[in-house]
């Protein structure tokens, strides 16, 4: 198997035109393709259903918190519903959104002939959807943490499993791309800025999920025969949980700057500033690998002894606040270098400058809730900085899809909507984070729709967040249909 599959390629073409009408050709050519845009496609699409999936649940659990004495579901079915929205914006929708766009565009941006090990991603697509799928069902069948029934919890580890699987695949295929295939004297230090964010992306999930694999393995194989060691099922979370929180999000996000990077130097004239900006900005973000990896948690200890505080401090700067300053950097030197007369306004900038802005709120609140003092674990603020990173990363994509459309889909977006949909998507995520940062004040327990008796205006916090879901709902819902618009104009290409 070579690395390059250029002829696989023809063949891929071949059956286009040949069959682009035939329902068997369409199944044949998008389960052998080697097309690194329809691979690439294929997980943004499915980063998609589930996203909208994913906001229902949001919806669903903001309904459900407004009145703690009224409850719609049962204990276990909130517990499952707290499950799928966590396995889901994590693994299911931030991991194949980046991961799409980084099989779509690399080879363009590096003047490659192909995705290197193309069947591989392409593995990896389907190992991801079956993983998925299997996640669904599970939960559905009252499998996953603290789920009731045996053998669906086994469904849902096997899952699990399978989507890391494919995640993993697929980005082996974009580092080899980026270090194996790129055109010829084009030195690693000239390569286009989301490309470097990719490749730093990608390896950073080579080098943190695999070890979760291990985890999920381990308590797979114990639930199944025993579950002596691992506490079963209520405690699958303790210790598979990492997956699906921070610091694990921060690694799927880490592209986000390269889009934001890019999109801005098109936009200003000082392109070298920002590349340089974008380059040191993701090598810092990179950091948080380390405290995916170590998969400990380092608070800041406001007590004890001068020594203990020091050492707290030391840890928790390198693994929880250098990170942040990772986005710092990078938004700091683009807004400088866009401060020209000569600017011109992008419409993909719109949702990919909030996008960032949201994951940087998402991360600074993270290194907040890691101040012990704060009192912050185990409060629905832990649910604000992950809807904050989700929502953010989620708008971020939408500018890199507007931004690269022709590259993707062949036609260029309307840019008022573009525009709209981002300032849209923006009061959308506030609207779902911003009150549980709030709430996390007063106490209001994480996964959990009843534990909220302590002070706070608690029903009209969770009806914003429920209203804001219900906008993203709308604002994800609104831009599918204008991407796929277009594309139905397209006679005889298979969108």
Known sequence: MTALDASSNLSSTSIRNEDSRNILGLLALWTTTTDHKRIGRLFLRGGFVWLISVIG?????????????????????????????????????????????????????????????????????????????????????NGGPSGGNTKMVDAYLLGVGLAIVGVVAAAIS???????????????????????????????????????????????????????????????????????????????????????????????????????????????????????????????ESTGSLSDKLTSAISYALFDVLPVFGVLIALFVSLLALKTNSLRLNPALVPSLLGVGLVFTGM??????????????????????????????????????????????????????????????????????????MAGFTNQAAKSVTDFDNGGPHALWNSLVGAGHVLMAVVVVYFVVVVLRPARSVAGTPS
């Open 57 to 141: 649940i949001g919806v669903v659990l903001g309904v459900e918190r407004i009145n703690p004495t009224s409850n719609i579901f049962s204990a276990n079915s909130v517990v499952q519903l707290f499950s799928f929205f966590r396995t889901g914006l994590s693994l299911g929708v931030l991991a194949p959104l980046f991961i799409g766009l980084s099989i779509a565009l690399v080879p363009l941006q590096i003047g490659a002939q192909a995705i290197s090990y193309a069947r591989l991603s392409l593995f990896g697509f389907y190992a991801w959807l079956i993983g998925s799928a299997l996640v669904v069902v599970s939960i559905i069948g």
């Open 174 to 300: 974009v580092i080899s791309t980026v270090i194996g295939a790129r055109s010829s004297g084009l030195a690693m230090s000239e390569i286009p800025v989301f490309t470097w964010s990719a490749l730093v992306g990608a390896a950073g999930i080579i080098l943190t999920l695999p070890l979760h694999l291990g985890s999920v393995v381990y308590v797979a194989v114990d639930h199944h025969y025993g579950r002596l060691a691992f506490g079963g099922n209520y405690r699958i979370d303790k210790w598979i949980g990492d997956i699906f929180g921070q610091p694990q999000t921060f690694i799927y996000v880490i592209p986000a700057l390269g889009v934001f990077a890019e999109i801005v130097s098109v936009s200003g004239p000082k392109r070298q500033v920002i590349q340089t900006g974008g380059f040191v900005g993701i090598g810092i973000m990179s950091t948080a690998l380390i405290g995916a990896v170590t998969r400990t948690q380092h608070l800041f």
């Open 364 to 437: 600074l609140g993270y290194a907040v809730q890691m101040i012990s003092s704060a009192e912050l674990a185990g409060t629905v603020f832990e649910e604000g900085v992950f809807v904050y990173i989700g929502y953010g990363a989620v708008l971020v994509a939408i500018g890199a899809i507007s931004h690269w459309s022709r590259e993707l889909r062949g036609t260029s977006l309307p840019a008022g909507v573009i525009k709209g949909l981002g300032v849209a998507g923006f009061i959308a995520a506030v609207f779902a984070s911003l009150p549980y940062y």
